[in-house]
């Protein structure tokens, strides 16, 4: 009864366009009330404890990072290196704008700034030299997705809070599915490219490749800075982010010096607009996921799918469906920290990796960041390229198709998620 | 008159949001230093980073409602006719205050009983009620920033039921 209470309030709420963080907190608000003898006093009280969740901490620290390369010349840097890397090829701009988003993903934690820092420079280059708008568009929405799978990421950091799980193995684990899915995303522009006879550019000098390497080699050292301190033990994750924060600060000021001092108010101010707007749908979402535990929910749901006798992969492909579904309506750290909690124990019962299950989870909200009503990788591309969301929707679902079987292939092999952290963790347990 | 006050209430939000974000990150950095590099620390750091942030968090709930960035789904509203849109968005706009009611409520009396109980917080010589204070007064103005903007989407629905 209660649990029926809580979700038609909480779709009633989202139905009518309520923000999406006020509709999950005046849905458990509403659930506790009523049904269970919790106190508003309680509640108030752990909304204000989710800033304090350590893990989450990091959230802050990232977007500043991500939005100084943003705001700098960073992303600029690293789109010319991927250019003159890729750029002979045939389509080669269009896999420069991919590899740029691989790139950025790796110095950001979050899929729409990823986008938006490569759409906004190549979606208008692309166009310029002989792409349609749509195509430029689509590509990037999609290859944008790789900011949450590439670490750092946000996602990761939201499931690692909400499951204890080490947030540094989750970085790692997330290395090697993010190569596979740009290389699968590279061989599809190639083969679309080919067909289509698209445009390719002069092969750059290696004075030149070297040239683009050296400047966007202090933006690309970020994430060395980032896993490398957290696995020498010099800092947890959460210090990780701060350092990098400063890292940002520092190449962008006095290395690059492109920004200027009168925009650096700007960029903490936007930082912490997004910041505060993301946890207040994370606060929201804990008060959330504390009515289904007080309820129940997740013990119920995990005792009735463990009497459906499902083997894992029924499981998995049950998982993956649910998790495609709840993506496509809520907004990716939200869907984690309502259905993590509840997937977790019966993945263990079936002798799946709480880390492998962490990287299935990302790459099913990649794909929920690009479908239909709530994708905020669609929103932001429409944004950037200046396209209705229609004609957004419509150029980037060519390429679900490539999400959604390199989804199924990390969802089969858990190897690809877990031979770097095991690989890393093994000398060190030798040693100890 | 009116005016003024909100253009100041304006910048202090904005200048607030960016020198707590510039305060939590100078202080874990620096945390970061002085324990490897000096092998030292302060005890305070975390608590006050946290705090910190909850403040950042409690302020940016206003901002974001102010320049309309709290995430919703307009599946509905989109595709009503205005007069529906318009009923549609004044019983969101209701829920949301609900809302905020509700939570000035809880964290009110929260904040009252840290009053009474009187205690310091862990590591900051702070009483801790002074600390979550901010609590229900970022509530209450969540619902006024709620209110203008729900407000401004009317005056401008209407003005374009005039023009036509």
């Known amino acids: ?432 | 008159m009116r005016m003024r006050w909100d253009g100041i209430l304006d910048r202090a939000e904005e200048a607030f949001l960016a020198l707590s974000l510039a305060f939590m990150t100078i202080v874990t950095f620096v945390q970061v230093v002085l324990r490897y590099v000096f092998d030292t620390g302060f005890v305070w750091h975390l608590e006050a980073t946290t705090y910190a942030f909850g403040w950042l968090v409690l302020v940016g709930m206003s901002y974001g409602a102010r320049t309309n960035t709290h995430i919703a789904v307009d599946l509905l509203s989109t595709r009503l006719k205005p007069r529906a849109a318009r009923a549609v968005g004044a019983v969101a706009l209701l829920a949301s205050l609900a809302y905020c009611a509700l939570m000035i409520y809880g964290s009110g009396v929260f904040v009252d009983r840290l009053m009474t109980l009187g205690n310091d917080a862990r590591d900051i010589p702070l009483p801790r009620w002074l600390l979550t204070g901010i609590m229900p007064i970022a509530f209450a103005l969540l619902g006024v920033r709620l209110l203008q903007a729900g407000w401004r989407m009317f005056a401008a629905a209407q003005d374009r039921g005039a023009a036509r």
């Open chain 1, 1 to 432: 009864m209660s649990a029926l209470f809580l979700v038609v309030v909480l779709f009633a709420c989202l139905l009518l366009g309520v923000p999406v963080a006020i509709s999950l907190g005046l849905a458990s608000i509403g659930t506790m009330v009523f049904f269970a003898d919790q106190s508003l006093v309680s509640l108030a009280q752990r909304f204000f404890a989710t800033m304090q969740v350590y893990p989450l901490l990091a959230i802050p620290f990232f977007v500043l990072a991500g939005t100084l390369m943003t705001t700098g010349g960073t992303a600029r840097r690293m789109i010319a290196f991927a250019d003159a890397l890729v750029g002979h090829f045939r389509g080669g701009l269009a896999m420069a704008a991919l590899l740029a988003c691989a790139f950025f993903a790796a110095v950001s934690g979050s899929s729409p700034a990823t986008v938006v820092a490569v759409g906004s420079i190549m979606i208008a280059g692309m166009a310029s030299s002989g792409y349609t708008r749509a195509f430029a568009a689509g590509l990037i929405c999609n290859s944008g997705t790789l900011g949450i799978l590439i670490p750092p990421s946000i996602v990761m950091v939201v499931y690692g809070a909400v499951t204890e799980t080490s947030v540094g193995d989750l970085f790692l684990a997330g290395i090697l599915p993010g190569a596979l899915l740009t290389l699968v995303l590279l061989a599809s522009v190639a083969v679309v490219a080919r067909r289509q006879g698209m445009p390719r550019q002069p092969r750059a000098t290696l004075r030149k490749l070297l040239r683009t390497g050296r400047e966007a080699f202090f933006g690309l050292a970020l994430v060395v800075v980032i896993l490398g301190g957290i696995y020498l033990g010099a800092y947890t994750p959460t210090e990780a982010a701060a350092v990098s924060a400063v890292y940002a600060f520092v190449i962008s000021v006095f290395v690059y010096r492109d920004i200027r001092l009168v925009d650096i108010a700007r960029v903490f101010k936007e930082s912490a607009a997004t910041t505060a707007m993301l946890m207040f749908i994370i606060a929201n979402a804990y008060l959330f996921a504390f009515v289904l535990t007080t309820e129940q929910i997740p013990q119920m749901a995990s005792a009735w799918i463990a009497d459906q006798g499902l083997p894992p992969w029924g499981f998995l492909l049950a998982l993956n469906l649910l998790m495609l579904l709840a993506g496509s309506f809520m907004e990716p750290t939200s869907v984690i920290l309502i259905l993590a909690p509840i997937m977790l124990p019966i993945a263990v019962e079936l002798g799946i990796d709480p880390i492998h299950l962490g990287i299935i989870m990302t790459v099913n909200m990649e794909v929920g960041l690009v479908t239909p009503p709530v994708g905020l990788n669609l929103f932001v591309t429409a944004g950037v390229a200046e396209l209705p969301m229609t004609a957004v929707i419509r150029a980037a679902a060519p390429w679900l198709l490539v999400l959604v079987s390199v989804l199924i292939v990390i969802t089969y092999v858990p190897q690809i998620s877990l031979i770097v952290p095991e690989w890393v963790r093994a000398p060190t347990a030798a040693l100890s």
